[in-house]
């Protein structure tokens, strides 16, 4: 199993940053996609960005030009760097990410999901 381990998560003030992290471990022979999920509440999980092995990105349009996600592949780890928030940005984050065991098996993997509370 591929374990991932998120951080990051916590309170800050309307326009103010934080940068999440999340990284993964075990038996890795690739990783296809490394991405985050929120969920507020009340509602749905929901996409906020996702990165591809070739860096290719993708993010929903409430996040886009305040939030970047990024990756180090070497280390495992993807990263998602978030400024400008707002209290709509509220929510837990989950890390996903997918790929490929040594074992020939693809996976896809959860992080235990991290709190992030915008409010003044």
């Known amino acids: 199993q591929v374990q991932l381990v998120e951080s990051g998560g916590g309170l800050v003030q309307p326009g103010g940053s934080l940068r999440l992290s999340c990284a993964a471990s075990?038996?890795?022979?690739?990783?296809?996609?490394m991405g985050w999920y929120r969920q507020g509440l009340g509602k749905q999980r929901e996409l906020v960005a996702t990165?591809?092995?070739?860096?290719?990105?993708n993010y929903a349009d409430s996040v886009k030009g305040r939030f970047t996600i990024s990756r180090d592949f070497a280390k495992n780890t993807v990263y998602l760097q978030m400024n400008l928030m707002k209290p709509e940005d509220t929510a837990v984050y989950y890390c996903?990410?997918?790929?490929?065991?040594?074992?020939?098996?693809?996976?896809?993997?959860w992080g235990q999901g991290t709190q992030v509370t915008v409010s003044s």
């Open positions: 996903n990410v997918r790929g490929s065991l040594r074992v020939g098996q693809n996976f896809d993997s």
């Open positions: 990165i591809t092995s070739g860096g290719n990105t």
């Open positions: 075990g038996s890795i022979f690739s990783i296809a996609v």
